[in-house]
């Protein structure tokens, strides 16, 4: 299907049927993705690896030649998706339009984010490329009525599932009984827990985690090394990027070695966190001691960490737990069992969210509460910690600004991806600058919210109060260890 050869390809008919030559010699990963039978593939790889020209040149030559060859199909549709407009019309419309030049628009929505685009071949085939910008789960309406032969998601990672789930439907239906249909999804490394990086089979391992369970059938994913693409870009292009995010290590994990990463969507919570002194280079060992858990026991998507303090001033987090399923009795219980399992004739104390004491009416009459049901039913008896957020947000910063104050486990991936900048104050608007005043509930909060109810009681004032009127005075802040008490 792919060959290494010259492509030659007619010019803007308008401009007088003028015959250039464009050369694409696709690099090794990508030829192997190009080459790939799949039904849906998917290609990760660093900033500047060539991902995006690979995925032009699949949906505008090789996708149609081989149809109109095997199949005798002279015409495709297909969808290329970007989350934002300003994304997709500064960047992925630009590649295909540098690498197919020759196409028009044939209609142009007034719709923020919807263009279509033809091109004809002189190979003698006909593609039609929509063009979505979708940055938002519900904007998988434009796509509800599509019938396309393909679709492309390029950053896939930055796209809800819903979406993809509505495209992979809308595939094959364009020409009518179309035989075979194709997705395709190019993007920077996600960060292991996103469905992506456990959905494909990989070419290669990823330089991460091993995915967890079986691959979707017929997804393939090809995960680039770093540096493949090094010779056609401007020379020192790597090393400048080095240079300007020096200070900035997991950024250059993801963008120039190409690791699996967390997307910042806001501004991170915690200054100073570095992922090479605050995750362990290996799992924690429980010492024997006394353990201390802290529980977001309030909302549908309870959470929990497991701390030691090996001596004064210093913690580490043994584990986290959470869930997006699990109601707060089926969680504790299983946090509970796992608990008994790691850490055999452990003593606890469990501090949570003072929302989690929060009475409401059950169905059989009379009134409970999360942590009553936390208690009665699983035996695990949470006391109400700090309910102040600024002052255990700086509970937390005071131990990542402390020499060796905290250190994490590496199994705590969702905890350490918050740290990164999963954890973060949202953005006011688009490209405002502005970010709010409390961090964004998603994924990453839960356990965010159970480190700090734990560290507000180890290491925080005594009374949120005290913190207020120290600040206000310029007083010195007194730390001390309340959680005996």
Not at 367 to 385: I, P, Q, R, Y
Request: with cysteine; hydrophobic share 35%; net charge neutral.
């Amino acid at each position: 299907m792919v060959t290494n050869e010259e492509m030659v390809l007619e010019k803007a008919r308008q401009d007088g049927r003028a015959v250039n030559k464009i050369v694409y010699k696709p690099i090794p990963t990508i030829e192997q993705y190009l080459n790939s039978s799949a039904q849906i593939r998917g290609v990760v790889g660093p900033r500047g690896s060539g991902k995006t020209s690979g995925a032009a040149w699949d949906v505008c030559h090789y996708i149609p030649s081989f149809l109109k060859e095997k199949y005798g199909i002279l015409k495709t549709r297909g969808v290329i998706v970007r989350n934002t407009y300003t994304e997709l019309t500064d960047t992925t419309m630009k590649t295909v339009f540098e690498w197919f030049p020759w196409g028009k628009y044939i209609a142009q929505s007034s719709r923020e984010g919807s263009k279509i685009y033809r091109l004809r071949s002189p190979e003698g085939f006909e593609v039609e490329i929509l063009f979505r910008s979708c940055d938002r789960p519900e904007d998988v309406k434009k796509f509800k009525s599509m019938e396309v032969t393909w679709y492309w998601i390029d950053e896939s990672i930055e796209i809800a599932e819903q979406i993809k789930l509505m495209l992979k439907s809308s595939i094959g239906r364009y020409p009518p009984r179309c035989p075979v249909q194709f997705g395709i999804e190019t993007t920077n490394p996600p960060d292991v827990e996103m469905p992506m990086y456990h959905q494909f089979s990989w070419n290669a391992p990823p330089p991460g985690p091993k995915p967890i369970g079986d691959a979707l059938e017929s997804h393939e994913g090809f995960w680039q090394p770093p540096y493949e693409n090094e010779a056609n870009l401007r020379p020192g292009y790597y090393d400048d990027l080095k240079d300007y995010y020096a200070d900035q290590p997991d950024w250059l994990d993801m963008y120039v070695l190409g690791k699996p990463g967390i997307i910042m969507k806001g501004r991170s919570v915690y200054n100073n966190f570095r992922r090479e002194i605050h995750e362990s280079k290996e799992p924690l060992v429980w010492t024997g001691g006394l353990l201390i858990r802290g529980w977001d026991n309030s909302g549908n998507c309870p959470a929990c960490v497991v701390i030691q303090v090996p001596d004064t001033g210093r913690c580490q987090v043994l584990r986290e737990f959470h869930t997006d399923r699990d109601g707060i009795v089926d969680f504790t219980r299983r946090v509970v069992n796992e608990c008994n399992m790691l850490f055999p004739g452990a003593e606890y104390i469990d501090w949570g969210d003072p929302a989690g004491a929060a009475k409401y009416s059950k169905r059989e009459g009379g009134f409970t509460s999360n942590a009553k049901l936390m208690l009665s039913e699983c035996g695990v008896d949470v006391k109400s910690s700090e309910q102040n957020l600024t002052a255990r947000i700086s509970s937390v910063q005071h131990q990542v600004n402390t020499i060796d104050g905290i250190l994490i486990d590496p199994s705590c991936i969702r905890l350490i991806n918050g740290f990164i900048g999963g954890y973060c104050y949202p953005e006011i608007g688009r490209n405002s600058g502005i970010f709010g005043d409390k961090p964004e509930k998603n994924r990453f909060s839960h356990p965010h919210d159970s480190l700090q109810y734990v560290l507000v009681k180890l290491f925080g004032a005594a009374k949120s109060e005290k913190i207020e009127l120290k600040i206000k005075h310029r007083e010195p802040a007194i730390y001390e260890s309340n959680w005996m008490r």
